[in-house]
């Protein structure tokens, strides 16, 4: 009987949290801090101007950005940096990406 009892008390607040969790189906949006395009000197020092992440929901989700960072300054080529987020709720963001282009100046 006490197992019923406690079963019956928590249904409500499971109920509550997966109706809470599941009702928020917007994704949230990656901005880019910069430019999209950015051209670097081979052997220079790039440092990447990052990205912010914002969601109606959760807020300001700019420290759970995944970024992926291939560039190599020591050689020249064109690299993609990527930027991935989710929300609380799973909800994945557009992913944005930032061009870079090492070259010889």
């Known amino acids: 009987m006490k197992k019923l ?8 607040i499971v109920f509550y949290a997966c109706k809470k969790t599941s009702s928020d189906k917007t994704a949230p949006i990656i901005t880019l801090k910069g ?3 950015v051209n670097s000197a081979k052997d ?3 440092v990447d101007a990052g990205a912010t992440a914002t969601d109606e929901t959760d807020g300001d989700i700019s420290s759970n950005i995944v970024v992926v960072n291939p560039v190599d300054i020591h050689t020249e080529n ?3 940096i990527t930027y991935n987020v989710k929300d609380k709720a799973g909800n994945s963001a557009t992913e944005v990406k930032r061009k870079v282009v090492v070259t010889i100046f």
């Open 44 to 46: 220079s020092t790039y």
């Open 5 to 12: 009892i406690f079963i019956i008390l928590l249904m409500p």
């Open 78 to 80: 064109t690299y993609y």
């Open 35 to 37: 430019t999209a395009i």
